[in-house]
DNA sequence: GCTCAAATGGTACTTTAGTATGAACGATTT
DNA sequence: AAATCGTTCATACTAAAGTACCATTTGAGC
């Protein structure tokens, strides 16, 4: 609402302009307006979105859990669905330091297995779901 | 566009009004409008979150791919993380069964691991993402 | 009654995943 | 200089996943 009034104050200049229509000035208040609303729409839907995270919290949620960026790597392949040869592939490393990699993530994640650590990693907003 | 020139039109009647301030005029205006926006950014959202769904889609695209009931609930349970031995357990069912519909999934699915079929299946819309 | 598909379970096998442990290297910190 | 940490690679092993083929049962439909 704040916005709204400022932007109200701003917008009384229309008075100095007098040889413009109203009604292009009223369309452009609209648009603007328009404008506002999608904007503040989309702002409300990263928060929904970023619930699990909490904004930045992608970053404060590696950092907490002590997840190297190799490792981020290897998780982001792998909830793709690449088996360990592909991910070595990919990354030019050995599939014995993937294994390395995966099996430091499964602990630090408390899994069992790739496939719980892709929901977990999830869950937490470690990755995109 | 239609929609703002239609909603002009009907807010000039403002000029039977001419008791209300200027500014509260304009307010409202900018109110209006800013709903309009909120409600156009839903409508652009829940198309795309349809778009791999589409609706009552999860049905269609469970009828298309030839997926039966025994293996969406071995989909699903695996989507959760669960191992096979685990998702016999849940089911009632051996060891075997679980790998038989797995398997089949798989093929169905184009998948070569279970990541990968889960990946594909949460892109398809087939389970939540 | 017969047919067909889904569901179930099995054996046997290959492949992939995962664990444990150790070692080497470079960069950073103390 | 010494210690720490992340990355890399390796061996050796166990466990889980996945494939191929086959068999039985059950329920729905003809």
Redesign the pocket.
Known sequence: MAVIVAGLKAIEYRFLIKDIGTEIYIGLIALVFTGLGLWVGQQILNRKEQSGSSKKGRDEVIQSL?I????MDVLVLMADG????EI?DK???????V?????NL??KLHA????Q?IQKAKEIGLIEA
């Open positions: 002590d190297s960026e190799r490792e690449l088996s360990n040869q070595a990354l030019f490393i050995s599939i014995h330091t294994k390395t990699h995966s099996s499964f602990s069992k297995r790739r496939t650590a």
